[in-house]
């Protein structure tokens, strides 16, 4: 599986931004992380078929959907603050007989300017 990230950008703080992360190929569960300049990766949200969850700090103002029938993934940021501000990860994941296999896109920057 191939991931491409996409849609990042620099937008001021309480503005929006849409990511997406095509796959190659279907895939079930597929996450969001961030890595900002110093700081650790961080996991931001993730679906799984229907079901989405969030990292406290987004919940409220991400948005994590999908359409199936173009392989992607949508990560909708609205209310961004300068905290916000890091490279953004798509990654997918799959259990096949007990083992867990990982795919990863390239990062994609957004920064939010105060």
């Known amino acids: 599986v191939q991931l491409q990230a996409s849609g990042g950008g620099w937008v001021q703080a309480g503005g929006s931004l849409r990511l997406s992360c095509a796959a190659s190929g279907s895939i079930d569960a597929i996450d969001w992380y961030r890595q900002a300049p110093g700081n650790k990766r961080e996991w931001v949200a993730g679906i799984s078929g229907t079901s989405t969850n969030y990292k406290d700090f987004v919940k409220g103002r991400f948005t994590i959907s999908r359409d199936n029938a173009k392989n992607t993934v949508y990560l909708q940021m609205t209310s961004l603050y300068p905290d916000d501000t890091a490279a953004y990860y798509c990654?997918?994941?799959?259990?096949?007989?007990?083992?867990?296999?990982?795919?990863w896109g390239q990062g994609t920057q957004v920064t939010v300017s105060s």
């Open positions: 990654a997918a994941h799959e259990w096949r007989s007990g083992v867990k296999y990982e795919w």
